[in-house]
């Protein structure tokens, strides 16, 4: 069975900072990953995602990720956090059938001005 | 825009009573799926479905149901809402290509409060 794990439940980080989340993976095959943010009251929006080729992908708003089969680890940075970019984040791996995800618990941040 | 649109932000409901929630994409999405959402578990699987009529159980169905009658539109059913059923609700929609995941747009969540 797959699953996720985002060790830190919640992260504070000041505004202009550089931003870390960790997420490990567990799954047998090749995953596919995502990275998503959810703003206070708003739904779910894919930040990137890891499916084959540069483990290094590029995502919007500033963000990116870096798959390393290594130690089974997808984690997102951002080189300078703004205010705006306080929101709990969900790290999702895929790979049964079906198109099924399987979320981690979710990172929150919060940014000091 | 992909756009899923659920019926309620905000919903208070009493024990035992039978809870529908509504869910509707409009970009002709075969898959569709019911999360619920609770802190520090993330988002849990309730169930999906491929296609009309179809439908799989995720990895908490308990206590759920759901129907799928058209394509655009997915319903959670709660027969007897219980007090551990308060959560917040997601629902998502993607397209279905067999080689590969394609992205889950989702709604804005309802929270539904069981007292």
Known sequence: ?113 | DVKVTQSSRYLVKRTGEKVFLECVQDMDHENMFWYRQDPGLGLRLIYFSYDVKMKEKGDIPEGYSVSREKKERFSLILESASTNQTSMYLCASSLFTSATYNEQFFGPGTRLTVL
């Open chain 1, 1 to 113: 069975a797959q699953s996720v794990t985002q060790p830190d439940i919640h992260i504070t980080v000041s505004e202009g900072a550089s931003l870390e989340l960790r997420c490990n993976y567990s799954y047998g095959a090749t995953p596919y990953l995502f990275w998503y943010v959810q703003s206070p009251g708003q739904g779910l929006q894919l930040l990137l995602k890891y499916f084959s080729g540069d483990t290094l992908v590029q995502g919007i708003k500033g963000f990116e990720a870096e798959f390393k089969r290594s130690q089974s680890s997808f984690n997102l940075r951002k080189p300078s956090v703004h205010w705006s970019d306080a929101a709990e984040y969900f790290c999702a791996v895929g790979g049964a059938a079906g198109n099924k995800l399987t979320f981690g618990g979710g990172t929150r941040v919060l940014v000091k001005p």
